[in-house]
């Protein structure tokens, strides 16, 4: 699932819906988990992008302390909610986008953050460097449904979630050759 905002704009909207995807929205959240089908995506959105700063290498900061619509949804369908990392991402593509409160205010307006990337080649907008990706799956956490979701079991579900990705993270950093990184969920 990726940003409906994308599927407004010609030519993204194509390869997004050729690639299967769909946009991330509480209908279609809704619709796919009631016919029992899995949902997969990131829940960082603009928020995750803006903070990307290659000065600081070490730190891999995902957006999640306020993401907690997906627990939310969970909760009212008892679907499982399953703790994915993927490992190597952060070298997959060069990336440069211009900083400040200018473009932080355009990326919330439209939906994304208009950026610049490249690469192999630095051909741009074209193929990732050749990476080893490791993605990581942790156990599923059975979520209860429940007729009246309250903000309590909202943030008890949203917690263990975050503590189940982090020790997912943690179980495996050094094997993946991140073990002078940090996971900060902000």
């Known amino acids: 699932m990726v940003s409906s905002s994308l599927f407004h704009v010609p030519f993204l909207r194509q390869i997004y819906s050729w690639a299967g995807s769909l ?3 509480k209908g279609t959240f809704l619709s796919r988990l009631n016919a029992g089908k899995a949902v997969a995506f990131c829940p ?5 992008s803006l903070m990307l700063d290659p000065k600081k290498p070490r730190d891999l900061a995902l957006y999640l302390r306020n993401r907690k619509g997906f627990i939310k949804l969970a909760l009212q369908t008892g679907s499982p909610i399953v ?3 993927g490992f190597h991402l952060d ?6 986008f211009p900083r400040g409160a200018w473009i ?3 990326s919330r307006a439209i939906g994304f953050l208009p950026l610049f990337y490249w690469g192999r080649f630095r051909i741009p907008f074209g193929i990732p ?3 080893k990706l490791t993605i990581v799956v942790g156990s599923p956490i059975d979520i209860p449904k429940t007729d009246e979701v309250t903000s309590e079991k909202i ?4 917690k263990l979630f975050v503590d189940e990705l982090m020790k997912l993270f943690d179980r495996h950093k050094h094997s993946e050759g991140y073990g002078t990184k940090r996971l900060k969920i902000a």
């Open 91 to 96: 070298g997959t593509f060069g990336y440069w």
């Open 104 to 106: 932080e205010r355009l």
């Open 155 to 158: 943030d008890e579900y949203h």
């Open 44 to 48: 960082g959105g603009v928020q995750e």
């Open 83 to 85: 703790p994915v990392f």
């Open 129 to 131: 460097y050749p990476k």
């Open 23 to 25: 946009p991330v929205d």
